[in-house]
């Protein structure tokens, strides 16, 4: 039930772009992304409703296909202050269930 | 202005004693969730509250118990710890939505727990 997350662990240089990829297997009410910095507690970074919506903060945005029960995270001309575990969170359309994704650890260097 | 706070930060203790971890939100939000986090299970629902007294189990809830007698205080309490309850532990709180669903989480500093 918890959703995969794809890819597992990315490194990137200061200006690459990043897309993480967050799959379920219950259809989907709404998606969730978070970021956590090591030692930190999450944060949570947007909200995405089905309805196929794309929404954007700062140079990072995010998708979701309620179709095929995905969503991405594209983190665009990263900077070192990206690093960290992001983790999307997913909410079934019925039983009021949530669950969090494996995560995937985003390094960004110099 | 976090809003939401856990204590302790830290705790060591022993195999077979009781714990209990505190967490406090000035928010207002009817929903609180506890949480543990451990490598290669990311984070895992303990327990939830959806309002005074009013509380459901998660997906790893076993060895666990909480209560809620004020809206602004959830407890999680280990009965008896056990060394396969070292972990970080996490609180949260979240809006729910006109339409029903859930909001982003907040999150507690959280608690780092050590039983020996």
């Known amino acids: 039930q918890q959703p995969v997350q794809s890819p597992q662990a990315v490194i990137l240089r200061e200006g690459e772009d990043a897309v993480i990829n967050c799959s379920s297997s219950?259809?989907?009410?709404?998606v969730h992304w978070y970021r956590q910095k090591h030692g930190e507690a999450p944060v949570f970074l947007m909200i995405?409703?089905?309805?196929?919506e794309q929404k954007g903060h700062d140079k990072i945005s995010a998708s979701f296909n309620e179709k095929k029960q995905q969503s991405s995270l594209y983190l665009t001309a990263s900077q070192l202050s990206y690093s960290g575990t992001y983790f999307c969170?997913?909410?079934?359309?019925?039983?009021?269930?949530?669950?969090f994704g494996t995560g995937t650890s985003l390094t960004v260097i110099p | 202005d976090a809003g939401i706070t856990q204590s302790p930060r830290h705790k060591v203790t022993e195999t077979g004693t009781p714990v209990t971890l505190r967490c406090h939100q000035t928010?207002?939000?009817?929903?609180m969730y506890w949480y543990r986090q451990d490598p290669g299970h990311g984070l895992r629902l303990i327990h939830y509250?959806?309002?005074?007294?009013?509380?459901d189990k998660g997906e790893v809830s076993d060895g666990y118990s909480v209560s809620r007698s004020k809206t602004e205080d959830f407890l999680l309490t280990l009965e008896s710890a056990t060394s396969s309850q070292t972990s970080v532990y996490f609180c949260?709180?979240?809006?729910?939505?006109?339409?029903?669903?859930?909001?982003?989480?907040?999150f507690g500093s959280g608690t780092r727990l050590t039983v020996v």
């Open positions: 949260a709180i979240s809006p729910v939505l006109e339409t029903g669903g859930h909001y982003g989480y907040t």
């Open positions: 928010e207002n939000h009817r929903y």
């Open positions: 969170g997913a909410e079934a359309s019925t039983g009021n269930q949530f669950y």
């Open positions: 509250s959806y309002g005074v007294k009013d509380t």
């Open positions: 995405l409703l089905k309805g196929g």
């Open positions: 219950k259809a989907l009410y709404s």
